[in-house]
């Protein structure tokens, strides 16, 4: 399986996520700038953390629009996994692949800490490898965590089962207590929290290694069906 | 030349955390009777007299100064002399 991670100006998780492919799920993987336009190649397309173009105007506004962001847009309607998470959750949010926005934490401070969550869907491309309802614990970092939609939106990621991980207490406010959701076709997911950051016990913490191993259980199941 | 200032602030009903902290900083110092601070950013851009319809900075504004979900804008135009 080949993946792919999005490098914009000021990602800064870029390098983890490559490295939780690489090294941890053993899978192919390569860096693609924000200048190319075809994803030709990939099996799946992964928006790292950080800050993309300094955070200017508003959390990945500015990335949203992006040359890549059209090939992205492509990939998610072809039904390709796609995960965003951190900054990348809000790019996914700002190019409207996901319902939603972000605002400042309620409390204003940037959240650094880890923090415990639920699994509300286990049968999505990412969670396949999780129990439902199991608790896990995975890092987040972020100032602008705060999820906000009206709430027919809200009701809607509720009947359709698209909140994927939810706060078990909590930190920033995010309505529903949302730490991240999918797409209702189920091939896109942002989430808050950094999984990449918690692949391996040497990191104290490898909660996050079902995540990847799920995008690749899930792949691996679409292929031996078609081959 | 028309000078366009945008002005956006978050959607009334969403809830602001830096107008609620701003205004209780502001009832710290002792000002009183302030309400429903909303916190919000300010535009100010030049273009050109022909490109500068209502449609166009309308689209502008939704499509990337403002984030429609949770923001609301409004904006004013005034006729300069060119620079």
Known sequence: MRFAVIVFPGSNCDTDLFRAIEEVLCEEVDYVSHHETNLENYDAVLLPGGF???????????????????AIIDFAESGKPILGICNGFQVLLESGLLPGAMKR????????QTTPLIVENNETAFTNQYRLQERINLPIAHAEG?????EGTLAD?????????????????SKGDIAGIVNERGNVLGMMPHPERAVEQLLGNDDGYKLFQSILVHWREQ????? | MVKVKVFVTLKEGVLDPQGKAVEQALDARGFRGVSEMRVGKYMEFY???????????????EQLLANPVIEDYRYETEEVVSK
């Open chain 1, 105 to 112: 934490n309620e409390h204003l401070k940037f959240i650094c």
């Open chain 1, 223 to 227: 292929h031996a069906v078609t081959s």
């Open chain 1, 157 to 173: 990621l509720e009947k359709n089962h698209q909140v994927v991980f939810r706060y078990a207490d909590n930190p920033n406010g």
């Open chain 1, 52 to 70: 993309s173009y300094g955070d200017y105007l508003r959390s990945g506004a500015i990335a949203s629009f992006s040359n890549i962001m059209p």
């Open chain 1, 146 to 150: 705060n999820y906000e939609c009206d």
């Open chain 2, 47 to 61: 273009m050109d007299h022909e490109a500068a319809g209502d449609q166009e900075i309308q689209n502008m504004c």
